[in-house]
């Protein structure tokens, strides 16, 4: 497609469960992030990968989180153990350009994890 | 610490009125400034950004910001609302040279826009 896709677009969960989230970017684009957002607060950066590598993983909130992209395209955010305060969107963003540089981020629609 | 604040949660203005979105940031220099827009059903968009050079900056959509140093602000404006720009806004910042990705978001406003 044009755009980032993520999916799925809606997930519900229960306590304890293990969930994956994907994000396929835009075709070509090397940078890819992941944000979470919680209800009515602004979007907050998990993870950042620059082909293949995470870049950097500074936002990922405890080690139940973890993400991969294995080829340097699709990616899968995935959460362990999951808790009542992981639900939130799950964005996913790419650029053409990554570290040292200010490339526009294109955002996907996101994913809505619920977890009862 | 470094923060951005949206002071107004929501915002209500009349279509055709004149639109201005507060914005301030916390940063020990100048950082990076952007705007972004988050429709219903759609994915976040940035609006406009500021790096350097001229303060008012022009973005899509008619919005346009003024980055104010003295007052730490980069206030986004329209001069006529369209009620399709009903929405949610968020100022970003990033330190100078670091990755835009790493930007952190204010909480946003809504706005919400009378026929």
């Known amino acids: 497609g044009a755009g980032v896709s993520q999916t799925p677009s809606n997930k519900v969960t229960e306590k304890g469960k293990y969930v994956e989230l994907r994000c396929d970017p835009i075709?070509?684009?090397?940078?890819l992030y992941w944000y979470r957002q919680s209800l009515g607060q602004g979007p907050e950066f998990l993870i950042y990968f620059q082909g293949t590598g995470a870049a950097d993983d500074s936002g990922l909130p405890n080690d139940r989180f973890f993400a991969v992209r294995p080829e340097g395209s699709v990616s899968t955010l995935k959460i362990q153990r999951t808790e009542r305060g992981d639900s939130a969107v799950y964005l996913c963003a790419s650029s053409l350009i990554g570290q040292g540089n200010t490339g526009e981020l294109f955002f996907g629609e996101g994913s809505r994890l619920t977890v009862l | 610490a470094q923060s951005v604040t949206q002071p107004d949660i929501h915002i209500t203005v009349s279509e055709g009125a004149s639109l201005e979105l507060r914005c301030n940031y916390s940063y020990g220099a100048t950082p990076y400034l952007f705007w972004y827009v988050q429709s219903p059903g759609q994915g976040l968009q940035l609006l406009l950004k500021y790096f350097s050079g001229d303060t008012l900056v022009q973005g899509i959509k008619g919005f346009e910001a003024e980055f104010k140093r003295s007052q730490s602000s980069f206030n986004l404006r329209k001069p006529s609302v369209h009620w399709s720009d009903a929405a949610e806004y968020f100022c970003a910042v990033v330190p100078r040279g670091t990755n835009a990705g790493k930007s952190t978001f204010g909480d946003g406003t809504t706005l919400t826009v009378k026929p």
């Open positions: 075709s070509g684009h090397t940078a």
